[in-house]
């Protein structure tokens, strides 16, 4: 493709894309939600006056993004228009292309994230299969990967709960990755992530398989409506382990939360059991755990209704075990994603949380169902 073309083909992108995002009519429903938090009593109500200002702001997160996309690809323009009169150099025209180009591509990505929850900061739990020291030592390298990609795109990552492997590793951590559209991006690491390699806890050298499964929900917020019996709510507190100085040992401010569910479709109940060590203050951490409730809680009822809406693509594979979504093959320097068929040579910067090239290729692939 010539410069001139591939000028031509990224204009005609951010074209398509002010039309798929509909920015004149996001523009519209701005000036007119912005009329509504200058009436005298628009803050009578401040849970729907909250409500109403994270709307507004994620249009207007939207609008940004596209004008980014703009201004970029009106820059191209010029620059390709002072290329063939000689007062620019074809360095510039591709460097700007490649400007450009990234942009168009981060918000055709983004443009995926059409769910009802796609926005909302991410749940992600990882827990280490069978196979000892191993697989705890995998689930950790797991951990840390998510933690630098979180990093990586300014995230903010707590840990709500992690349980130390005998040995090395960890059994089980949850986190929570809050920004901008965290579970849209990280649902599809949601299965089984399998690691082949020559393990360092095998004295005889041998090629081990291990397996750690990731599960990553919705971290719902204050604006979403989940109901809560609290006459099947209990609590327990527990001194937190670990390292945390003497008042971690003392102080019973670990809770764990038991939630006696019942689906209201089938009848059928469940316990939920969530704990919380975030925090030395046993409030704070009774709080979060809520939180985390009304995200499971709300993960159900979401699921149900995909469930009724026939969302689920027939060929998902059912998050179990053995039903592995990724491989990482350390002698063979190779990561393959196997509903995807994308894979790289980079296995060191994959696990040091380089995993956009998989989410991109799940997004493209999978988003727009």
């Known amino acids: 493709m010539t410069t001139t073309e591939t000028i031509k083909d990224l204009v005609e992108r951010k074209d398509a894309l002010r039309r798929y995002l509909n920015i004149d009519s996001l523009l519209t429903q701005i000036a007119e939600e912005e009329k509504q938090t200058e009436a005298p009593d628009f803050w009578n109500d401040p849970k729907e006056a909250q409500?109403?200002?994270?709307?507004?702001?994620?249009?207007k997160s939207w609008v940004v993004a596209?004008?980014?996309?703009?201004?970029?690809c009106g820059d191209l323009q010029?620059?390709?228009?002072?290329?063939?009169?000689?007062?620019?150099?074809?360095?510039?025209?591709?460097?700007?292309?490649?400007?450009?180009?990234?942009?168009?591509?981060?918000?055709?990505?983004?443009?995926?994230?059409?769910?009802?929850?796609?926005?909302?900061?991410?749940?992600?739990?990882?827990?280490?299969?069978?196979?000892?020291?191993?697989?705890?030592?995998?689930?950790?390298?797991?951990?840390?990967?998510?933690?630098?990609?979180?990093?990586?795109?300014?995230?903010k990552v707590a840990i709500s709960n992690s349980l130390d492997g005998e040995g090395a590793g960890i059994k089980s951590v949850t986190m929570q990755i809050e920004g901008d559209y965290a579970?849209?991006?990280?649902?599809?690491?949601?299965?089984?992530?399998?690691l082949v390699r020559v393990s360092p806890f095998n004295a005889q050298g041998k090629r081990m398989t291990s397996f750690a499964s990731v599960s990553v929900t919705p971290l719902v917020d204050d604006t979403i409506e989940v109901v809560v019996d609290m006459s099947r709510l209990s609590w327990d507190t527990f001194r937190s382990g670990g390292a945390g100085g003497q008042n971690v040992n003392k102080v019973e401010s670990g809770v764990r939360l038991r939630y006696m569910y019942k689906d209201p479709y089938t009848g059928v109940e469940e316990e939920i059991l969530i704990e919380n060590t975030e925090t030395r203050d046993q409030?704070?951490?009774?709080?979060?755990?809520?939180?985390?409730?009304?995200?499971?809680?709300?993960?159900k009822e979401l699921q149900h209704r995909m469930e009724e809406q026939a969302k689920i693509?027939?060929?998902?594979?059912?998050?179990?075990?053995?039903?592995?979504?990724?491989?990482?093959?350390?002698?063979?320097?190779?990561?393959?994603?196997?509903?995807?068929?994308?894979?790289?040579?980079?296995?060191?910067?994959?696990?040091?949380?380089?995993?956009?090239?998989?989410?991109?290729?799940?997004?493209?692939?999978?988003?727009?169902?």
């Open 66 to 72: 596209f004008n980014e996309v703009d201004a970029s």
């Open 283 to 299: 409030p704070k951490n009774k709080e979060n755990a809520m939180r985390l409730l009304r995200s499971q809680l709300y993960e």
């Open 183 to 194: 579970f849209g991006y990280l649902k599809s690491e949601t299965g089984v992530h399998r």
């Open 78 to 155: 010029v620059l390709g228009e002072f290329f063939e009169s000689g007062d620019a150099t074809e360095e510039e025209v591709i460097d700007q292309i490649g400007i450009t180009q990234s942009l168009v591509e981060a918000l055709e990505l983004k443009n995926m994230l059409q769910g009802e929850s796609d926005h909302f900061d991410a749940v992600l739990s990882i827990n280490a299969g069978a196979g000892g020291v191993e697989a705890q030592d995998w689930a950790e390298m797991l951990m840390r990967m998510y933690i630098r990609y979180a990093e990586t795109h300014n995230y």
């Open 51 to 59: 409500k109403i200002m994270k709307t507004i702001q994620g249009k």
């Open 313 to 369: 693509k027939a060929g998902q594979k059912k998050i179990e075990w053995g039903s592995q979504i990724r491989s990482y093959v350390m002698d063979d320097r190779r990561v393959k994603d196997h509903r995807t068929n994308y894979q790289t040579g980079d296995v060191i910067g994959v696990l040091d949380g380089k995993i956009d090239s998989f989410i991109k290729s799940y997004l493209m692939q999978f988003g727009a169902e």
